[in-house]
């Protein structure tokens, strides 16, 4: 599976600090309980690169907020 595509399955996410010092992604899925835990100058990392996609998704936008190109749909909330 690439990031290009489409997928049915639901999942929650949850960010937060650990008790340890830890930033921890927390990833739960039917059948997945995936704890992934950085340090915190690796969490600014990810954040930077969320917040880099997130301008690049932006940009592939038009002025309705439709994306373009094929495959490409709007995100769930």
């Known amino acids: ?3 290009n595509s489409e997928s049915d399955i639901a999942a929650n996410l949850q960010i937060g ?3 340890r010092g830890m930033v921890r992604i ?3 899925a039917e059948n997945v309980d995936l704890p992934l835990d950085f340090d915190p100058d690796e969490a600014e990392e ?3 690169e969320l917040l880099a996609a997130a301008e690049a998704a932006r940009a592939m936008t038009g ?3 439709e994306t373009s190109g094929k495959g490409a749909k709007k995100p769930r909330r």
């Open 1 to 3: 599976m690439s990031i």
């Open 63 to 65: 002025p309705s907020g």
């Open 17 to 19: 600090p650990t008790d």
């Open 26 to 28: 927390y990833v739960e």
């Open 46 to 48: 990810i954040a930077e």
